[in-house]
């Protein structure tokens, strides 16, 4: 019972603020393949640390966000 609730709730325990900038800088990527998005200017954008900026974009890709997307540092 407590893994369907973790499941449900998990998603919205995402960070906010960073995912709002990731997809800005997702939407401002020149079309590829493979949207960039740069660690470096979201960590600088939002205050968070580099490792936060990448779970939480990860986390919010294994829930169906940001295909197709490429991280760099």
């Not at 393949?33 to 779970?55: D, F, M």
Request: charged content about 20%.
């Amino acid at each position: 019972m407590f893994n369907v609730l973790e499941a449900t709730v998990r998603p919205l325990m995402l960070n906010g603020k960073v995912l709002d900038v990731a997809y800005e800088l997702y939407l401002a990527a020149p079309p590829a393949s493979y949207p960039v998005i740069s660690l470096q200017e979201l960590s600088r954008k939002t205050g968070a640390s580099l490792l936060e900026c990448r779970n939480a974009v990860v986390e919010a890709n294994r829930h169906g966000r940001f295909p197709q997307c490429a991280l760099e540092t």
